[in-house]
């Protein structure tokens, strides 16, 4: 079914979107299922429901296009399925790329830092870590290899027109739920931009407080990202400005020191070449003197007379 699919991809031409159908359901079941797997880690964590992920309804779409984008990768859509090694670096790089890139785009769109593993070992500018990697590297391995095949075999007992609404369904749900849940963050990006100070922590704290008196809504923002850190647009230009003149320095700094570096090396060298051929003069001085010294004496035992008795 899956080979079916990607066939008709390399034809150009997708006349039976049954499979596309599956993938759309693909992705709703396990942006619930990573909602689920969140939303059990923060019950242990703080021993209370927290509704994670900046969308209203019970699902996180990240994990959802993780596991598509692996599956469309490496699970069968391609000429073969990948082994088990190409699927669990395939579920590391490209769900890593994927939770990098959503970390970026919510802190540039929102003006806030949504998550954070710089405490973590081996991470990559706090937005990932090791330990969440090698997680996304197994459960693919899981998800292509053991629940794919039952999944898709089950989807393509559907009939097509229940898998087609199903699909629209979903669709139109996820796109509701974008569009209320951008409106809300809008509000907390205003909150956040509408603060002043230049401490990112106090600055933080004011909007952890702000967000727990507003509306059910955006007090589930506060609830769901409890570790939020708030970047307000002014300090953000602000910080841009000083890495840039921090730069600036370094490079000139960097500059003088190749500077200093390179006339310390021409004034050793000129000291040496200088000291070389005073050596040399001395030298040639020296023998001069020698031979001044050595000649006449050698010459006047030559030349003494004989003395016979």
Known sequence: MLSRFFRLIQKGVLMDLSLLWMLVLEFFLFSCLGWVMEVTLKYIQFHRFINRGFLIGPYCPIYGWGVVTVTLVVGGLAVRRGTLGETFLAGMVLCGALEYFTSWYMEKRFHARWWDYSQKPMNLHGRIWIGNLLLFGAACVVIVHVIDPVFFRWMDSWDPRLLRLAAWGVLA?????????????????REIDSQVGDNTEEISRQIHALLHDRNLLIRRIHQAYPNLQARPNRLTQQLREARKVYKQAAKQAKQALKDMARNTREDIQSDLELGLQQAVAARKAARARLREMNTPLWDGHLNRPSQTP
């Open 173 to 189: 749900l996820l796109a509701a739920d974008y569009i209320t849940a951008h409106f809300l963050m809008g509000v907390v990006r």
